[in-house]
């Protein structure tokens, strides 16, 4: 077993989740090595094609990487072992924080097909992925940005890819709207947390009356000029909002959360052009974090 590569523990915690055969009724590679070697692309941030030999060919490797990324099945995996661990009682459900993170792009992520390619005798057929592909520009050049919600364990539970531009603010109700961590005994899968925390920049009469109506308490602080116009509406401004600094201080566990992946370099820089790609691969980043003990 390489550095890095998955422990027998993390193995079976990951082995009966994993899809049975290919697609098209072949079997496929050794499910093991192919994970090590996406995992060790993730960690390192190397080229595919400059993945060690002992991984098998890197274009398998890149083609179960880049085909679980599109069909889902890294989501279906992120959310069997999240399910997991919530029967393990391994989910710390007491604060959860949502907070982003701005990865650079490198060079060779921009530049993706905005149409598929035209082959001669065939019609062309409609793009099969989004046209967004998380990409955007600002002074510091082509940047995406991750939206996460992070348990009191430091772990995340769910992702949001999108351009770097993009504000914090409109983004808390579509990461929100992603938790959902199943239960092995049936039931409705669990989507709220006991406590929200966020910075400043998720304050929004908005967010906040999403949170009320699902009974979510939360603590947000409130700029100054919010607060400010809401003094000034006087009791149309509504109630300020409640706000515990010692419950605030539990939000640099959603930080640390962005910190452990951002330990994997394909993660704290992006390489993949397509979107979808790289929400694979920060999804396989998760993963491993949760196959941790």
Known sequence: ??????????????????????????????????????LYRNRTGVPWRDLPARFGRWKTVYERHRRW???????????????????EGRIDWSMVSVD?????????????????????????TPRQHR?????GRSRGGLTCKIHLAGEGGRRPLALLITPGQWGDAPQLIPVMERIRVGRLGGGHPRTRPDH????????????RRYLRRRQIKHTIPEPKNQRANRQRRGS?????????KTIYKRRNEVERTINALKNSR?????????????HGTVTV??????LRP
């Open 131 to 135: 046209p967004d592909e998380g990409l």
């Open 100 to 124: 982003s993170t701005s990865c650079r792009a490198h060079q060779h992520a921009a530049g993706a097909r905005r149409k598929p390619p035209r082959v001669p005798g065939k019609r062309r």
């Open 1 to 38: 077993m390489g550095r890095g590569d998955l422990t027998s523990e993390e193995w079976a915690r990951l082995k009966s989740h994993l899809p049975k055969s290919g697609q098209r009724g072949g079997r496929w590679a050794s499910h093991r090595r192919i994970i090590n070697g996406v």
């Open 285 to 290: 980043a998760s993963i491993r974090l949760w």
């Open 236 to 244: 149309k401004g509504g109630r300020p909002a409640g706000f515990d």
């Open 196 to 207: 929200l925390g966020g910075d400043k920049a998720y304050s929004s009469r908005r967010n």
């Open 266 to 278: 394909a993660v704290a820089t992006r390489f993949d052009k397509r979107g979808y790609v790289f």
């Open 69 to 87: 990324s599109a069909d889902g099945t890294w989501d279906r995996l992120f959310a069997a072992v999240l399910a997991d661990a919530d029967a």
